[in-house]
C-alpha cells in the first residue's frame, strides 16, 4: 500500500504549475461522447478519477487516443452499448455526467449508482427531476438509474437546491432536446461555465452559464471541436494553504484568480500576504498566523473542497477559528487524524471550533478521502518530525505528481510502497 513519507519543517518556496481542473475534465470527457465526430482535449489532468472515467468510456465502446499525457482525441461513433459497468462507477461518482450525455444522444442509458469519497449524501434526486422535466421516464432500482425517452422536450427546472453535478447533467440532456429549456437555482462554479463554453464549441446554444439562470436551446446534433480545459482552483488552492502553513513564499502559476478569490481572502484573514497577477498568485507566508471565521458555500463562496485545507491552516493560527461546513455533512472525519498531529479541533454539528496550537508533531495518519488527504499532507509539511500518511490512493484521484511538485518547492516528502523504502527515506532525511 502505498504512503507518503514526510519530514517537516521546511517552508515551502519557489513556483509550481496547476493542471487541469478534475471536475471540469470529467463532465468535458462525458460530454465529448455527445458528437460521432472527432473531438480533441487537453490540458486534462492525469490523475485516477479522469483515468477511471476514460476506462468506463472506453468499456462502452468510445474510441479513444491519449495524443499524450494530458491531451485526449475522443470519437464516439463506434459506442457499442449504453450501459456503464459498476466497476468503473463504484470508484468515482462523475461517472455519472455519463447519464446526461446518453440521454441527450441516444435517449436512452443505464448507469450504476455513483460511488467516490465517502464526504456525505450527495443524492441523485434532482438529476431524476431534471431528467423526467425534459420528458424522460427514469427508474432507480437494483442499484441502477434507467432512463429512456422517446424525445427531449425542453423545460422550466427550478432547482431545490444548488447542485453542479445535477446542473451539468441537465444541462448536457438539455443540449440535444427540442425547445427552450430554463435552469434556475443553477450552480455557479467555474467547471459549469467550462463545461457550457466546451458544449458552446461544438455547436450547442447554451446561455447564461455562470449565474444563477441557464438557458439552453435545443440543437439537432453538435460536431468535432478542440478544447483546452480550466486550471483546477482546488489544486491551486491547496499549494497556497500548504505555502502558508509552512510560512513559505510560494508562486502558483497557470490559474485563474478570480476563480480564487474566496480562498485568497481567507489567506488575508489569517495574515497572508497574497499578490495576484494574470495567471499567477503569489502567497507569502508570515510565522504566526492569525484565526479567521470561514463558511462553505456554492460558488462565489469559499469552496466546501477547500475546506479541510482550510482547517488544516487554522490549526496554526493564534485564536480560536470556526470552520462551518454547509455543503456536505461528513466532512470532519480527518479531525482525529489531525488531532494525532497535535491540532486542537472540536466539532459540534457541522461546525469546528479551532483553537490554534504551536506547532503540528510528526505522526501516522490516514487519508479519509480527496481533500482530507491532502489536508494531512499540508500539516504534515509544516510539523516537527516524520509524518506517514496513509491510504494516498485517495489524494491520487485528484492531484497529479503531487509529491513531485511539492519537492519542487522544498518539501521532503517521498511516496513509497514498502516498509523498507519508507525507512530508507527517514533515514536519509534524518
Known amino acids: 500500500m502505498e504512503q507518503y513519507v514526510i519530514k517537516g519543517g521546511n517552508k515551502l518556496v519557489g513556483e509550481v504549475e496547476i493542471g487541469g481542473a478534475k471536475n471540469a475534465a470529467l463532465a468535458i470527457i462525458a460530454a465529448a461522447i455527445m458528437t460521432d465526430e472527432t473531438v480533441v482535449i487537453d490540458n486534462l489532468p492525469d490523475v485516477r478519477d479522469v483515468n477511471v472515467m476514460i476506462g468506463a468510456m472506453e468499456d462502452i465502446g468510445v474510441h479513444i487516443e491519449r495524443i499524450d499525457r494530458h491531451t485526449v482525441k475522443i470519437n464516439a461513433t463506434t459506442i457499442g452499448r449504453l450501459s456503464v459497468d459498476y466497476e468503473y462507477i463504484k470508484k468515482i461518482r462523475a461517472s455519472y455526467y455519463l447519464l446526461g450525455a446518453l440521454l441527450g444522444k441516444y435517449k436512452k442509458a443505464e448507469v450504476a449508482l455513483p460511488g467516490g469519497c465517502n464526504i456525505g449524501s450527495r443524492p441523485i434526486d434532482l438529476h431524476v427531476k431534471g431528467f423526467k422535466s425534459l420528458g424522460s421516464d427514469v427508474d432507480v432500482s437494483y442499484g441502477l438509474i434507467s432512463v429512456k425517452a422517446k424525445r427531449l422536450i425542453g423545460s422550466h427546472i427550478y432547482m431545490d ?28 462554479e467555474p467547471h459549469i461555465v467550462d463545461v457550457a463554453n466546451f458544449l458552446n464549441s461544438m455547436g450547442a446554444n447554451i446561455r447564461g452559464a455562470g449565474t444563477d439562470v441557464i438557458r439552453v436551446f435545443g440543437v439537432n446534433k453538435l460536431h468535432g471541436t478542440e478544447y483546452s480545459v480550466i486550471p483546477d482552483q482546488i489544486e491551486a488552492g491547496t499549494f497556497m494553504f500548504a505555502a502558508a502553513t509552512t510560512g513559505g513564499d510560494v508562486l502558483v502559476k497557470n490559474v485563474i484568480p478570480k476563480h480564487l478569490e474566496a480562498t485568497s481572502a481567507k489567506l488575508v484573514d489569517a495574515g497572508c500576504q497574497v499578490v495576484e497577477y494574470d495567471d499567477a498568485v503569489r502567497v507569502i507566508g508570515k510565522e504566526k498566523l492569525t ?16 475546506q479541510p485545507q482550510m482547517t488544516a491552516v487554522l490549526a496554526l493560527a493564534e485564536g480560536t477559528s470556526t470552520v462551518a461546513e454547509t455543503i456536505f455533512e461528513n466532512r470532519f472525519k480527518y479531525v482525529d487524524e489531525l488531532a494525532r498531529m497535535g491540532a486542537n479541533i472540536q466539532v459540534e454539528g457541522n461546525v469546528a471550533i479551532i483553537r490554534g496550537v504551536d506547532n503540528y508533531t510528526g505522526a501516522r495518519v490516514s487519508a479519509p478521502d480527496l481533500r482530507a488527504g491532502a489536508a494531512l499532507v499540508i500539516a504534515g509539511l509544516a510539523a516537527e518530525g516524520i509524518t506517514i500518511v496513509d491510504d494516498i490512493h485517495y489524494i491520487q484521484r485528484g492531484y497529479e505528481r503531487f509529491e513531485e511538485k511539492l519537492r ?14 519508507t525507512q530508507k527515506f527517514i533515514r536519509h532525511v534524518s
Open 291 to 306: 484565526a479567521t471565521q470561514v463558511t462553505t458555500l456554492p460558488y462565489p463562496g469559499f469552496p466546501t473542497d477547500m
Open 161 to 188: 437546491k444548488v447542485s453542479v453535478g445535477a446542473t451539468i447533467n441537465i444541462m448536457m440532456a438539455a443540449t440535444l432536446a427540442e425547445g427552450k429549456t430554463t435552469i434556475e437555482n443553477a450552480a455557479k
Open 408 to 421: 519542487g518547492l522544498g518539501a521532503l516528502i517521498e511516496r513509497t510502497d514498502s516498509e523498507n523504502d
